[in-house]
């Protein structure tokens, strides 16, 4: 998890971000409006947002507005800043610290929700019961609230839509009564929606995404595995971009370590799904086998039981001097821990849609090593800039982890590769030429 920085000052023409082209300013003069349960700063989500304001913005005069949330009751101004030649526009709406939590933690489901979503899954969105059955069944379903969700979206987009002639309604957020609030204004105003999924695609077969894909111009998400059947033919793969200037070696601090072997880094959230156990398990393997390395994980602890479980297990493991805790990292903190380590060993169990910490360890020059889940495979080239271990597979996953640990060539030349990629494909330009296509098409579709 990082905080947002805003980094205009190193987007510039280079290989990493792309030239100034032809292409540019095919939004000129238009008014986007986003949605999305994002914050000021926070993770994953926020950055994808500052990344793609600040490219969008580099290469078209364009007024973004972007309704996002707020716990803080004395921030509900509206604000405004340039970006480039263009505007964003900031709108604040209130939600209760609390529901906030919840939405985030959630809660574990019982046999029953297990069963429900299998049948779901398997059944209700087989294409011929689709066809004939659900889309119609969802025509008049209503979307609960959920936690975590503002009350007053659909009202805040009317008083918005009398003061600004908006070309394209963006949703980052899905599957709430706020986002059906947004969509049904907006097709009443008339303006065009899409909706961008920024998680692994199973979740497109909840009953309430499906409802309002069924009211969008065009679906896009960050990664193309497992779209189901019934979207297939109005999906985009918008994948992800990172700061490739930002995240460069050269601009790493050195930090000071009390070790010269190589590091594993793991930079997630402290939770069971984030794979820690798997990699402090492989490290014990890893040890038994005379191995020399540290291993470093960084990010938010969100259960303190959990912390618990996993200082027990690396004390099983023989690894109490190894392991090192860094706590929640900024973005510069980020690039200075990728800069120190040898290898990103990331072996979540959570569907990852496409995990930015994939992309950003390339372009520090790292080699991966990752579970196949989600999208994570779209993320880097296996046998190239890292290795795809399948999920829970451990013997591989140390057979990996132990083969790049005892080759420093090959760490870099998966690192090299590594970075040519982000510089390819996942540089800012990349990712706001894939949005421009995006909402072009899905106008004249």
């Not at 926070?42 to 007024?63: F, H, K, M, P, V």
């Not at 896009?220 to 033919?233: A, F, H, N, S």
């Amino acid at each position: 998890m990082q905080f947002i920085q805003q980094r205009e000052e190193n987007f510039i023409a280079s290989p990493a971000t792309g030239p100034a082209t032809g292409q540019c300013g095919r939004l000129d003069g238009w008014t986007i409006l986003r949605f999305a349960h994002a914050y000021e700063s926070g993770g994953g989500l926020e950055q994808y947002l500052a990344d793609l304001n600040l490219a969008l913005g580099r290469r078209n005069r364009l007024t973004t507005i972007q309704i996002q949330l707020t716990t803080d009751r004395n921030r509900l101004n509206e604000t405004e800043e340039k970006v480039g030649e263009s505007r964003l526009i900031k709108i604040p709406l209130w939600v209760a610290e609390d529901s906030k939590r919840k939405a985030i933690n959630g809660a574990p489901g019982d046999r029953m929700e297990i069963l429900k979503a299998g049948l779901r899954n398997r059944v209700m969105f087989a294409p011929p019961i689709y066809n004939f059955f659900t889309k119609y069944y969802l025509k008049n379903w209503k979307t609960p609230r959920r936690a975590g969700e503002p009350d007053g979206a659909g009202s805040k987009l009317q008083e918005l839509l009398r003061r600004f002639r908006v070309n394209l309604a963006v949703l980052h957020s899905s599957g709430g009564a706020d986002a059906s609030e947004i969509l049904s204004v907006a097709q009443s105003a008339k303006v065009p929606s899409v909706l961008v999924h920024h998680f692994a695609n199973d979740r497109l077969k909840s009953f309430a995404i499906c409802r309002q894909t069924m009211q969008a111009a065009g679906v896009g998400g960050v990664c193309g595995v497992e779209v189901p059947d019934y979207l297939r033919w109005k999906f985009t793969n918008v994948s992800d971009g990172i700061d490739a200037e930002f995240f460069r070696r050269e601009k790493a601090n050195p930090l000071a370590r009390n070790s010269e072997d190589p590091l594993l880094f793991l930079p997630a959230r402290i939770t069971p799904a984030k794979g820690q156990l798997d990699l402090i398990r492989a490290g014990g393997d890893l040890l038994r086998q005379g191995l020399r390395f540290q291993i470093a994980f960084a990010g938010r602890v969100d259960s303190d039981e959990f912390l618990s479980e996993m200082k027990k297990a690396i004390i099983d493991a023989g690894l109490e001097e190894r392991v090192i805790f860094t706590g929640q990292l900024d973005a510069g903190g980020l690039r200075d821990w990728y800069a120190a380590s040898a290898i990103l060993a990331f072996p979540t169990h959570h569907p990852e849609g496409l995990g930015r910490i994939l992309l950003e360890a390339q372009a520090m020059e790292l080699p991966v090593v990752v579970y196949n889940i989600g999208g994570t495979s779209e993320g880097f080239r296996n046998g190239q800039t890292g290795f795809l271990i399948d999920v829970g597979d451990r013997s591989s996953l140390v057979q990996r982890l132990g083969e790049l640990l005892r080759s420093p060539v090959k760490r870099k030349q998966f690192g090299h590769a590594g970075r040519k990629l982000i510089e390819d494909r996942f540089s800012l330009c990349a990712l706001a030429e894939r949005h421009e296509n995006f909402y072009l098409n899905a106008l004249n579709s």
